[in-house]
DNA sequence: ATGAAAGCGCTAACAA
DNA sequence: TTGTTAGCGCTTTCAT
């Protein structure tokens, strides 16, 4: 069997409790016999057993990352190892340790969740999605549960959950002010998936924008994709079959943006000259298409980092209610937008 | 406090001993117990505590997942969700959570492993990568602790370890050739870091690629990076700048392409007109490229599932020595690749 | 087929 | 400042 701290308190003749202790480094030992016993854990190799000090002090040291469905290719984003990476930095400081969700469906991932908090095996949770009606956020909220998740709470009565988030709405509001100010007229919005709110948000402040230009949202051009690349493909090909196709495109993820000039390359369509193109997130590769994509940089590793930060201070001050972060967005203007080329030969 | 075993055997009428039976499913137990055990289960909502469990049978049912240095952007590289993916659907079959590294130095990882190990907090390791000298692999396999990595060791003498991989240099070689085939006599190679054993078994298969045909490898037409988007890009402005400029590339990784394709295209160079293009990895985005990318695909996903698979075997048939798989790679033509055009006005 | 009791390795309240 | 002791919640012999 593996070394135990009676075997260091026998060798430090101490009792177990004061070897305990200087594990936890406790004030209340001298430091004369802190030494006497680190040099017997030395000595003999000693570990303390995860498990055990976990059933003992009721806290496991580690939080739970619940992804979103992995079922679907979606899963291949970029966005997700770098929220993780976020997550991990702030969790090694302080630590901690990740368990990940391995659910591919939303009930499994339920079921999941419920093991890892009544089984007591992590501390908290951060969800990686937020979803416009979602169980698992009904669950840890009545259970009290300490949770953070990245995006907002769709349910206004919610409010008061820990959540770090971007001002998608500001964003997506900004970036069609700009391609209007670009002199475009006719701007598609190829959004993801409507269960998620980021979508949601996407989605109003692109109406907010074209209505304070006193322009109308028209349906044709607003079109929702759960696939990353099929979807900008064939977004591409409803939007460009129009009568009067769009001069100009926003589109929810850059990754579908990769599928959308793919499509419009295909068509022989120029971007930007033909038709410009913004979308949002700025992943690593994003700066790598051809041409290099404008998009919003939505800081991915900063919303990894706050939401673990969020939810460490909440599994330590359980008191001091719920908080919400903002990370700021920007926009990185690269070369798939430029202004409006009148097109001489059309008619009104 | 929570529901305990103890609650469920008072309201069951029954002893600790037989709730335990009844989760354990033993057939040592009456259906009829078995009914009243699990009614009043339910009606307590138990779940049992996963600590408990662990301690007293030591074993944890998840498994460690040890990733690479996540302190540079190789990290963001798709592959990573692709390989868990794969891991997370075996482990989600057989019911193992699985536990996530948080290093971001190889110092850091070293100690975590240990951590992992020593503390019991897992009751198998993942390598996702295979680096050429690596104190993780020499520890566990010093412990015997079970594990299994993604590549293959690079040491002849630590053959038994269980691994999966690809036969990377059957793969290199094979592109290599289908280059030369193409008319190409000037092959540059793009290599990732020196330190991962699949970049010396690709440069091994590109190098015996070209002594077969009777060619010699020039240093100049070989270059090795670490960095996946600047990389690409570093690597093209060298190779491009010598005097007698390559004709077609063959690059470590597909993100990586995305930079060389990135930079050709700065320089006014068409792929596959002026410079043909062979990778590796064929992650979901590969297709994207424009022009979409050849590239061999290495089935990421079937990388992670049986790197899961056999080392849940290994640990639950620990005398049953070691195991390797090979996965089959296949290479997929897109229209990064052409038959060499003859420069007319070139001379020898 | 079931119960009693010891123990997994650690922490923490209470004593000294 | 340190020791004693009673758990944490579960599994598992050993009885019955």
């Known amino acids: 069997?593996?070394?135990?701290?009676?075997?260091?308190?026998?060798?430090?003749?101490?009792?177990?409790?004061?070897?305990?202790?200087?594990?936890?480094?406790?004030?209340?030992?001298?430091?004369?016999?802190?030494?006497?016993?680190?040099?017997?854990?030395?000595?003999?190799?000693?570990?303390?057993?995860?498990?055990?000090?976990?059933?003992?002090?009721?806290?496991?040291?580690t939080i739970g990352i619940v992804m979103p469905n992995s079922a679907n290719k979606t899963f291949q984003n970029p966005f997700f190892p770098e929220v993780i990476r976020g997550i991990?930095?702030?969790?090694h400081q302080l630590e901690y340790g990740l368990y990940l969700s391995t659910g591919q469906t939303e009930a499994e991932i339920f079921e999941e969740?419920?093991?890892?908090?009544?089984?007591?095996?992590?501390?908290?949770?951060?969800?990686?999605?937020?979803?416009?009606?979602?169980?698992v956020v009904d669950y840890l909220y009545k259970e009290n549960f300490p949770f953070s998740v990245i995006g907002r709470p769709y349910d206004e009565k919610k409010r008061d959950i820990t959540f770090v988030n971007n001002d998608n709405f500001k964003?997506?509001?900004?970036?069609?002010?700009?391609?209007?100010?670009?002199?475009?007229k006719n701007i598609a919005f190829i959004g993801g998936?409507?269960?998620?709110?980021?979508?949601?948000?996407?989605?109003?402040?692109?109406?907010?924008?074209?209505?304070n230009a006193g322009m109308e949202l028209l349906d044709d051009y607003v079109v929702f994709h759960e696939e990353l690349q099929e979807?900008?493909?064939?977004?591409?090909?409803?939007?460009?079959?129009?009568?009067?196709?769009?001069?100009?495109?926003?589109?929810?993820?850059?990754?579908?943006?990769?599928?959308?000039?793919?499509?419009?390359?295909?068509?022989?369509?120029?971007?930007?000259?033909?038709?410009?193109?913004?979308?949002?997130?700025?992943?690593?590769?994003?700066?790598?298409s051809s041409p290099p994509m404008t998009t919003v940089d939505i800081h991915i590793y900063n919303l990894g980092f706050e939401a673990c930060n969020l939810l460490i201070d909440q599994i330590l001050h359980p008191e001091t209610g719920s908080k919400q972060v903002l990370i700021p967005h920007k926009m990185i203007k690269r070369q798939t937008t430029q202004k409006l080329i009148q097109n001489v030969t059309s008619t009104s």
Chains 1, 2 share one sequence.
């Open 1 to 61: 069997m593996a070394v135990t701290i009676k075997d260091v308190a026998k060798l430090a003749n101490v009792a177990p409790s004061t070897v305990s202790r200087v594990i936890a480094n406790s004030p209340r030992i001298s430091e004369r016999t802190k030494e006497t016993v680190r040099e017997a854990m030395k000595e003999l190799g000693y570990h303390p057993n995860f498990n055990a000090r976990s059933l003992a002090n009721k806290s496991t040291n």
């Open 88 to 91: 991990s930095s702030k969790a």
């Open 113 to 135: 969740v419920q093991h890892m908090v009544q089984g007591k095996r992590v501390d908290g949770i951060i969800l990686l999605y937020s979803r416009v009606d979602d169980k």
């Open 171 to 184: 964003a997506a509001k900004t970036v069609t002010e700009y391609l209007l100010l670009l002199g475009h």
């Open 193 to 211: 998936n409507l269960d998620f709110v980021v979508t949601v948000d996407h989605m109003e402040g692109y109406r907010k924008a074209l209505s």
């Open 231 to 288: 979807g900008g493909q064939e977004a591409v090909i409803d939007l460009m079959s129009l009568n009067d196709p769009p001069t100009a495109m926003i589109v929810a993820d850059d990754i579908m943006t990769f599928g959308v000039m793919r499509m419009l390359s295909e068509m022989e369509m120029k971007v930007p000259d033909d038709v410009s193109i913004i979308s949002f997130n700025n992943v690593m590769i994003s700066e790598l």
